[in-house]
């Protein structure tokens, strides 16, 4: 036991992170059947859409989508069954079915993604790559989806391999953080919130490094890189740049010159607001509610009825403390929920990891983030990080509201734990360091590789 623990003393964070990533992330990747990840229907959908060129969503006859491969929607029509049967298995003549399925680029159907075609290229780009590569190389559709998901973790590791190596501090932490079996499972699959998450962790662990390292300078590429990473957010999914507000922290004397710190940290503000709202007037028009869709094809679609995004926003903007407190409520009433989901949820609907397993992540991620460590941060901006997860878990909250929930409902649909990745690392930091643990690396090793391998035989009873 001993010389167990003196080996793990001597790993890195880094390399464990990319060991366990690139193992499990392989072995879920195997594991779990085509198209039983949230939304990785549409995902796939819209990303081959965007390897064609087609760079928006398409309305036609009261739909929104695109043309793609009939082959496509024969895949999956193979597997749609297994997401709402729980009794249901993957079988060797499934996969023999599937995998004899040829591309046959030219027969295309008008398919239906009403949720993905609003997402700009950004969202999707390890996507857009591989199955370009597919294309290229001609290959079925079901080896397409699975090179996606390859390569769609390999970029994933490439940018949280960034992030916990320009981390001064925390980096044990992080690396736990990113390899919770309700993460690794979402980032490995052709999920479009794979780049989101991978580019929040990394604007993240920027800001840590540049509040928590006063003498480092930083240089114009830096603030280039950084620009960069904020226009990713504000394009994908808006609600995550808040996270820009902690330049306004930085050291003045981090930058060339000390007024440059706000025009820098003002800057990003104006460029984040100034990209949602353009996005915004490009795509209101495409969005079409449930009650106007196709009649025809409205039983198949991701959309709940009763939405309508144009009223939902004058619903709240008419009666703001009426939505305060929905969102309050919502989010007291789904914490269990929300948080099983970012802990230890696996596949599509409702999988979850044995109650026990989720209690050891959640405990550990107390005493790794309540930990005394040699560098805390200053109160003040422990209290700006939990304001700004407030504003992310806002903004968050309206935007499922809009897009998830009748008009005027008392509660917020789909307010699942997957969409908290980003936001909690913030609400951990923020934590008061109070426990002096010794043993923080060795648990850390311990408790990830346990909920991942509990992880696999879970998905493994679900799906076999």
């Known amino acids: ?32 059947p085509p198209f039983q990840v949230p939304d990785e229907p549409d995902h796939f959908e819209r990303a081959f859409h965007l390897s064609e060129g087609i760079f928006f969503g398409i309305q036609q006859d009261q739909r929104l989508g695109g043309e793609i491969p009939a082959s496509i929607t024969a895949l999956e029509a193979i597997y749609h069954p297994i997401k709402h049967n729980y009794t249901a298995k993957h079988t060797s003549e499934q996969f023999e079915k599937a995998s004899a399925i040829a591309l046959k680029p030219k027969q295309k159907v008008f398919e239906d993604f009403p949720n993905t075609g609003l997402y700009p290229i950004t969202v999707y780009l390890p996507q857009t790559l591989a199955i370009t590569v597919g294309r290229l190389f001609k290959s079925k559709p079901l080896y397409i989806l699975y090179f996606t998901r390859l390569c769609t973790l390999l970029f994933w590791i490439f940018l949280i391999t960034k992030a916990i190596r320009i981390l001064p501090h925390w980096k044990w932490e992080f690396a736990f953080l990113t390899l919770l079996p309700g993460a690794l499972f979402i980032n490995a699959s052709a999920s479009g919130d794979v780049v989101t998450n991978g580019v929040a962790f990394l604007v993240l662990a920027f800001c840590i490094r540049t509040l928590s390292q006063a003498q480092l300078k930083v240089s114009y590429k830096q603030m280039i890189w950084l620009a960069v990473g904020i226009a990713i957010l504000a394009l994908n999914k808006f609600v995550y740049a808040p996270v820009l507000l902690l330049s306004f922290l930085f050291p003045k004397a981090a930058f060339p010159k000390p007024k440059y710190r706000n025009q820098f940290a003002i800057g990003l503000l104006v460029m984040a607001i100034g990209i949602v709202t353009l996005w915004n007037l490009k795509t209101s028009t495409l969005f079409i509610p449930k009650s106007e ?153 311990s408790v990830s590789v346990l909920a991942l391998l509990v992880g696999l035989f879970s998905a493994y009873a679900r799906y076999y």
């Open 293 to 445: 869709y196709n009649p025809l094809v409205e039983g198949a679609i991701t959309l709940n009825d009763g939405v309508d995004p144009k009223a939902q926003f004058d619903f709240m903007l008419n009666n703001p403390f009426e939505f305060a407190k929905i969102a309050v409520v919502s989010a007291v009433e789904i914490t269990p929920a929300s948080l099983a989901h970012y802990f230890g949820k696996f596949g599509w609907e409702k999988n979850y990891l044995p109650t026990w397993t989720i209690a050891v992540l959640l405990l550990t991620t107390l005493l790794a983030f309540f930990r005394r460590t040699p560098f805390e941060l200053p109160k003040k901006t422990r209290l700006t990080f939990l304001v700004v997860a407030a504003i992310m878990f806002m903004g968050l909250a309206a935007t499922l509201y809009m897009m998830w929930s009748p008009v005027g409902n008392d509660r917020i649909l789909s307010l699942g734990g997957r969409y908290l990745i980003p936001v909690l690392p913030l609400v951990w930091l923020a934590m008061p360091r109070v426990i002096t643990f010794k043993y923080h690396r060795q648990l850390i090793v």
């Open 1 to 32: 036991m001993r010389t167990l623990s003196q080996s793990i003393e001597r790993i890195s964070a880094l390399r464990f992170f990319q060991t366990t990533a690139l193992c499990f992330g392989l072995a879920i990747i195997g594991l779990t």
